[in-house]
T-cell receptor
Framework: EAQVTQNPRYLITVTGKKLTVTCSQN?????MSWYRQDPGLGLRQIYY???????DKGDVPEGYKVSRKEKRNFPLILESPSPNQTSLYFC??????????????FGDGTRLSIL | AQSVTQLGSHVSVSEGALVLLRCNYS??????LFWYVQYPNQGLQLLLK??????LVKGINGFEAEFKKSETSFHLTKPSAHMSDAAEYFC??????????FGTGTRLQVFP
């Protein structure tokens, strides 16, 4: 089954404790992206990657890191989490770059709470 | 720069009534437009997309949307609401960039 898998689904942690949210897709997609969803703000893009070893900042990259060492994986790293990063996070992938109109496939989300 | 505005953060309808969710976009080049639906505790699913072919786009679950360039709109409609349509709906635009810009979402409630 074609899917985007995120782990963990839920995490409560404390300020400053490094964490990683994993994302994996089994569709051989070139494009992957991370979003955060906050009430009243919709989804905002954090980082995206157009292929292996190619990453770029989205609209809200501060406080986050990503890597794309393999095509299927695109982990999101919070080196020193802060309470303002408490949010619902989504990973997404698509077969081509967005301006070719390919829709994105989304994971089920990771709810992070940083105390 | 491209942007999306969804009018109405909450819309309530009765079961069987018309659903109309509004989306207006801003783009300096011909856009690609999408509607996604998010059910509780789930990720986003694609409902439909406009890619410069037919201006009336039909999607899943009986939804459709009409691209109106003169009004810069891409409103989502469904003739008869069902209880299972209760969800949050997002309009999104992509225009010659590698970014997908989302609106702030509209939560649809359906009453029996």
């Amino acid at each position: 089954e074609a899917q985007v898998t995120q782990n963990p689904r839920y995490l409560i942690t404390v300020t400053g404790k490094k964490l990683t949210v994993t994302c994996s897709q089994n569709m051989n997609h070139e494009y992957m992206s991370w979003y955060r969803q906050d009430p009243g703000l919709g989804l905002r893009q954090i980082y995206y990657s157009m292929n292996v070893e190619v990453t770029d900042k989205g609209d809200v990259p501060e406080g986050y890191k990503v890597s794309r060492k393999e095509k299927r994986n695109f982990p999101l790293i919070l080196e020193s989490p802060s309470p303002n990063q408490t949010s619902l996070y989504f990973c997404a992938s698509s077969s081509r770059q967005l301006h070719s109109n390919q829709p994105q496939h989304f994971g089920d989300g990771t709810r992070l709470s940083i105390l | 720069a491209q942007s999306v505005t969804q009018l109405g953060s909450h819309v309530s309808v009765s079961e069987g009534a018309l659903v109309l969710l509004r989306c207006n976009y801003s783009s300096s080049v011909p856009p690609y437009l999408f509607w996604y639906v998010q059910y509780p505790n789930q990720g986003l699913q694609l409902l439909l997309k406009y890619t410069s072919a037919a201006t009336l786009v039909k999607g899943i679950n009986g939804f459709e949307a009409e691209f109106k360039k003169s009004e810069t709109s891409f409103h989502l409609t469904k003739p008869s609401a069902h209880m299972s349509d209760a969800a949050e709906y997002f309009c999104a635009v992509s225009a010659n960039t590698d970014k997908l810009i989302f609106g702030t979402g509209t939560r649809l409630q359906v009453f029996p």
